[in-house]
């Protein structure tokens, strides 16, 4: 592990302990049996039922075990340790079977050395791409995971968002590069999901524009079924936003009229 990810993993580690007890991850509503996944995912990925999936960079595994409960046999992956010794601690105390729900505490990159098997469906979303350095390498992992005739499917804040970094009433202000080969610092003494102050506040993130996540995919073999950009997010991104009873945070208004999620389809040929 480069000293990048190392620095990333410290990050998450200690945001996979706070986590469980922000209101943006609501785990009391989901130990009462509600499900962590946005509608989007759930609509456009369609039934997992009886399927086997597998999870990419999982946190600590809500979404995971969400999946599990309509159906799939799940295996949740992160190389955050605290993240997945969080999950597990979630599986036993929502009472959902071990054999139905494995996390694997991996990079993403080393994945092949971790687990074994494919899978029919490879899932990830929301938060993931801009933490991985090699998005074409990224897709072969992807690839070399699913079954023939397999379903990607990937629910990810649109990498436009990465560009940037504070609205006003009229417009998006953009402060980091859209294109870009290099690695990003970011310094930060809160996440996103609460007002308290953390001690691995840095971490280091890469730019992939849309056109870079399609054409790995596409690059590994994968056919892409459809793209999607969408005009609503699903966190306060950005402090006027307003949240919607469907849990999307969209501009009253609707502008700026920026794309703040994207979500793919893909099928590896059988
Ligand atoms: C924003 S979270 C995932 C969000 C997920 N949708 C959720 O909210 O539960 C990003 C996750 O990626 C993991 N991660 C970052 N880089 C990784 C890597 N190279 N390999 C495996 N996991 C990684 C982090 O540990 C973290 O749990």
Redesign the pocket.
Known sequence: MDDF?AT??DH??E??EL?PSTPL?DVDGFLAGES?LMDLEREELGSVEGNSLLH????????TLSWAREGATVTG????PK?IEMARELRDEAGIDAERATFVE????ELTDNLDGEFDVVF?????IS??SDIDRWAEIIDHFLTPGGTFYIAEIHPVVGAVEKTNEQWAKFEYPYFSDEVHRFDDDKG?ASDDTIENGTTFFWAHTTGDILNALIGAGLDIEFVHELPKICYQRFPNLVEGDDRWWRFPGGEPDIPMTLSVKATKRE
Not at 106 to 109: A, E, I, L, M
Not at 124 to 128: D, I, L, R
Request: net charge negative.
């Open positions: 990810s990333n993993r998450w580690d945001l996979a986590h991850y962590s990419l960079q999982c946190h600590f595994g809500m979404d992956v992160d190389f955050s993240a991996s990079d993403v990159y990830t979303s929301y938060g993931t933490w991985l996103y």
